[in-house]
T-cell receptor
């Protein structure tokens, strides 16, 4: 049974820092991995999608990597800003559904 | 234009009532989903429909009945609401594994 874990659960950093959010999954047989952002009281916004054959994806200040063999993905956020404050969720596409991690709650203070 | 929309945004009701949540997507996707996000913010799939056909039912109580009148709509009807049904319910759609989420419906059962 696929399980997705995110570390750390919460992170508080000063503006301008580069940071890494971690996601691990127990079964490497995944189709893809998707990173989402959720603002308080809001829905989910898709940030990056990495296909199982890919190693990384980049969008602006965000870079996500995928290592299927070790069951890990990282989301790298460069030059963090207060507007990056949100909960970040990773989810793996397992056969026919997304299985979500528990999320990392990020706060970037000025 | 909203890609995945849900109504209502908020729903407050008494135990034992029956309620419905509606979802519509204008992305032309074949597959739609319902997810539940509990008080601990953990997201879990409930149902998935592909072209109006049920393909995933994640051991959800029979009080929950999804209905897909066409592939652009997936509604969720809940009978005999219980306190534990209080959560945020998200609708999503996908075409090639990447999922797009609606804004969520916040259900509170009193």
């Amino acid at each position: 049974k696929q399980e997705v874990t995110q570390i750390p659960a919460a992170l508080s950093v000063p503006e301008g820092e580069n940071l890494v959010l971690n996601c691990s999954f127990t079964d490497s047989a995944i189709y893809n991995l998707q990173w989402f952002r959720q603002d308080p009281g809001k829905g989910l916004t898709s940030l990056l999608l990495i296909q199982s054959s890919q190693r990384e994806q980049t969008s602006g200040r965000l870079n996500a990597s995928l290592d299927k063999s070790s069951g890990r993905s990282t989301l790298y956020i460069a030059a963090s800003q207060p507007g990056d404050s949100a909960t970040y969720l990773c989810a793996v596409y397992d056969t026919d559904k997304l299985i979500f991690g528990t999320g990392t709650r990020l706060q970037v203070f000025p | 234009d909203t890609a995945v929309s849900q109504t209502p945004k908020y729903l407050v009701t008494q135990m034992g009532n029956d309620k419905s949540i509606k979802c519509e997507q204008n992305l032309g996707h074949d597959t739609m989903y319902w997810y539940k996000q509990d008080s601990k913010k953990f997201l879990k799939i409930m149902f998935s429909y592909n072209n109006k056909e049920l393909i995933i039912n994640e051991t959800v109580p029979n009080r929950f009945s999804p209905k897909s009148p066409d592939k652009a709509h997936l509604n969720l009807h809940i009978n005999s609401l219980e306190l534990g049904d209080s959560a945020v319910y998200f609708c999503a759609s996908s075409q090639i594994k990447a999922q797009y989420f609606g804004p969520g419906t916040r259900l509170l059962v009193l």
